[in-house]
């Protein structure tokens, strides 16, 4: 069942008009705290866009007393050494948080969307305490959600408990890519963490696709189709 809340309430119409026109905003706890007394958590992934490796997701939701990070942001404005550094002491805090993973043959079989919504759905369902309302980052709500949804564009740099998912997922993903370039080297995943750059196209001329590039993906399979020819 789609559990997508429609209509923003006020409040939340006003916060979206306001905080764009701002200056450098920071993400906050706005909208979780609107929500009360709702249990709330925000959702995020990373690896939409790569032609290898899987899409992640995670799940961050804050309680009442809990000391969040300095500098927690949308993870593509942060550098990799910081990101670990939040991401250190996110987890130091005892933040409740999950983390979902789905695969580069789940994507291929569900597509990316469906294959991110799995992820999400994963994450959360992982987290030591149960949401009661989830804020996703992105324009759609995921469907069979476990709890109600709402989506909140450019989340990661609105919301807090949306940022804080947005480093766990991205780093998580970065490390995995960085496992999988010890199992296949030829590649450079830990350069570019399967995104098409000039140095992953021309291994991909080279070698051919491995285990986890996603074949669903026009490059891979046009690249597949040649050599089939």
């Not at 809990?66 to 050494?81: F, V």
């Amino acid at each position: 069942m789609d559990c997508a809340v429609a209509p923003l309430r006020f409040s939340d119409k006003l916060f979206s008009l306001v905080i764009p026109t701002m200056r450098n905003p920071m993400p906050h706890l706005t909208h979780e705290t609107t929500l009360a007394p709702a249990r709330v958590c925000g959702v995020d992934e990373a690896g939409r866009g790569p032609w290898a490796g899987p899409v992640v997701a995670a799940s961050v939701m804050f309680k009442v007393g809990d000391a969040t990070p300095q500098g927690l942001n949308d993870s593509k404005k942060l550098s990799r050494a910081a990101r670990e550094a939040l991401l250190s002491q996110l987890v130091s805090a005892n933040i409740i948080h999950g983390i979902g993973v789905a695969t580069a043959q789940e994507i291929d079989t569900l597509n990316i969307w469906g294959a991110t919504q799995l992820a999400m759905r994963r994450a959360v369902a992982v987290m030591p305490e149960a949401p009661n309302f989830a804020l996703i980052d992105g324009k759609l709500n995921p469907k069979d959600f476990p709890c109600p949804t709402r989506a909140i564009i450019g989340g990661d740099g609105i919301s807090l408990s949306i940022a804080a998912a947005s480093i766990i997922a991205k780093v998580t993903r970065d490390r995995m890519m960085d496992d999988y370039s010890q199992q296949y080297p030829q590649y450079g995943f830990e350069r570019h963490a399967g995104y098409g750059t000039k140095l992953h196209q021309e291994a991909l001329a080279t070698h051919g696709p491995c285990p986890i590039h996603r074949t669903s993906y026009a490059p891979i399979r046009a690249l597949m189709a040649k050599v089939a020819a």
